[in-house]
């Protein structure tokens, strides 16, 4: 059953296992200690996050660097990969690592599989769903937040808006991340993420206000298996996907962002 892949490999921590997660995935900002003692004050240690979006809008790029950061602030992370292409499978294998575990399954098999992973410890569900707009009420169904990245041209934007007036019938939390978008200006947004933003004015709440930026980086830490949160930690594409599990973190009001994000 491709359910079990959750459950080879090492022990999972669970949440009474401090120091196991704390252990290398931790990497140095270790906050263990501090998750455990703050979900005794109501915060989360649990969330399912599902992606959803165009082909080829950073669905699967954005995960698997969300993915090890969630990691290395402590969390147990585990992806379902739900989209035939098996990118982040394939991310996975190129890792040869066990620290965040993938399964792969079909849309109907989702549930059981959230189910699965929670109990094997895991605390951070992250979702890879196939492309297409079809596909986001299955997300909504079954995720805490739903994240839909786009990038700023037209043919992106066509398909976030039909995604959004998915989301919109359901009572899903969403967020709308721009993707491999040109870099800022000293005066701000590049016009193509200026544009954007405007398509996107009535819907801005769910807008993050910054952006992931197209960078080589990127596409050579996914090459290894790597988040460039790993393969570049001081780079400026790190410090952007720090700010992104942050602004999740609040959101979800999970305990353990990542300190000194500019
Ligand atoms: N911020 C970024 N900077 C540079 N390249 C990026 C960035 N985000 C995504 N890419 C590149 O864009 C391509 C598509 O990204 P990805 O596979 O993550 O999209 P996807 O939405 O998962 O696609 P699919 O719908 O086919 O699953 C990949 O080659 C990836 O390396
Ligand atoms: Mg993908």
Not at 140 to 163: E, G, K, N, W
């Amino acid at each position: 059953m491709i359910a079990s892949q959750f459950e080879s490999g090492p022990k999972i921590a669970t949440s009474s296992d401090a120091t196991a997660i704390a252990s290398p995935a931790s990497s140095g900002s270790s906050v263990s200690g501090r998750l455990r003692s703050a979900a005794m004050n109501g915060s989360s240690l649990q969330a399912t996050i599902a992606f959803v979006g165009k082909g080829g809008s950073g669905k699967s790029t954005t995960l698997t660097n969300l993915a090890v950061i969630a990691a290395q602030a402590g969390y147990t992370v585990g992806i379902i990969d739900c989209d035939p292409q098996r990118s982040s499978f394939e991310w996975q294998r190129v890792r040869n690592r066990t620290d965040i575990r993938v399964c792969r399954c079909g849309e109907s098999e989702i549930e059981q599989n959230i189910a699965l992973a929670r109990r094997c410890g895991i605390e951070i569900v992250l979702i890879d769903m196939p492309p297409g707009a079809r596909h986001a009420l299955a997300a909504a169904r079954c995720a805490d937040l739903v994240i839909v990245p786009t990038r700023p041209t037209l043919f992106d934007l066509r398909v976030t808006h039909s995604i959004v007036q998915l989301l919109r019938s359901t009572q899903a939390a969403y967020a709308i991340i721009i993707n491999a978008a040109p870099p800022r200006r000293r005066d701000g947004d590049a016009p193509a993420v200026r544009e954007a933003r405007e398509a996107l004015a009535p819907v801005a709440r769910r807008v993050w206000p910054r952006q992931i930026t197209h960078r080589l980086a990127v596409v050579y830490a996914t090459l290894s298996g790597a988040g460039v949160a790993e393969a570049e930690p001081a780079g400026v594409a790190a410090q952007e996907y720090a700010a992104l599990w942050n602004a999740l973190s609040a959101d979800l009001n999970l305990i353990a962002g990542v300190q000194n994000v500019p």
